[in-house]
DNA sequence: AGGGTGACGATCA
DNA sequence: ATGATCGCCACCC
C-alpha cells in the first residue's frame, strides 16, 4: 500500500505537480516547463513527464513540450493531437499555436 | 552507494 | 531545422 499523500518533499512536490496539471482548462494547454516553474522547480521539466506518465486521471493530453511541441512519440502523439483538436485547440504545422492556447498560471503566490 | 534513464529545456554548431 | 551537450529532479535497479 503506498499510500503517498506527501511526507517527503518529492511527494510535496507531486502533489503540487498534480494540482497544477489538473487546472489547466478544457481548450486550454500548459507545458511541462511553465509547471515545473509554476511548482517552484528551477528546471523540472523531466520531473512533470514523469509524474505525467506515472499517473491516472489527469488532461495529459494538454501538457505539451516547449513551444507548443507535442513530445510524445507513435501513436500515442496522434492521439494526443486528436484530443486536443476535439476540444478546439488548433495547430500550427506540428505545434499548437500557443499564441491562442496557452494557458497562463497564476503568479507563485509571493508566500 | 552509484549510475542509468526519461512524455524536458536552453544553447550552440 | 537537426543533432549534440549539459543541467535538473526523482525513480529504478
Known amino acids: 500500500m503506498t499510500a ?22 478544457h481548450g486550454k494547454v500548459a507545458t511541462y ?5 509554476a511548482a517552484g522547480l528551477r528546471s ?6 514523469r509524474t505525467l ?3 491516472i486521471g489527469l488532461p495529459w493530453h494538454r501538457i505539451l513540450g516547449a513551444g507548443g511541441e ?3 512519440r507513435g501513436d500515442h502523439s496522434i492521439e494526443q493531437r486528436l484530443r486536443l483538436e476535439s476540444e478546439r485547440v488548433t495547430f500550427r504545422g506540428r505545434r499548437v499555436d500557443m499564441k491562442r492556447h496557452e494557458h497562463k ?7
Open 70 to 72: 507535442i513530445k510524445l
Open 53 to 55: 506518465h506515472t499517473s
Open 105 to 111: 498560471f497564476a503568479k507563485r503566490s509571493p508566500r
Open 4 to 25: 503517498r499523500v506527501g511526507k517527503s518533499a518529492a511527494d510535496r512536490t507531486r502533489q503540487k505537480i498534480l494540482a497544477l496539471i489538473r487546472s489547466v482548462p
Open 33 to 37: 516547463g511553465s509547471i515545473a516553474r
Open 44 to 49: 523540472g521539466a523531466r520531473l512533470v513527464a
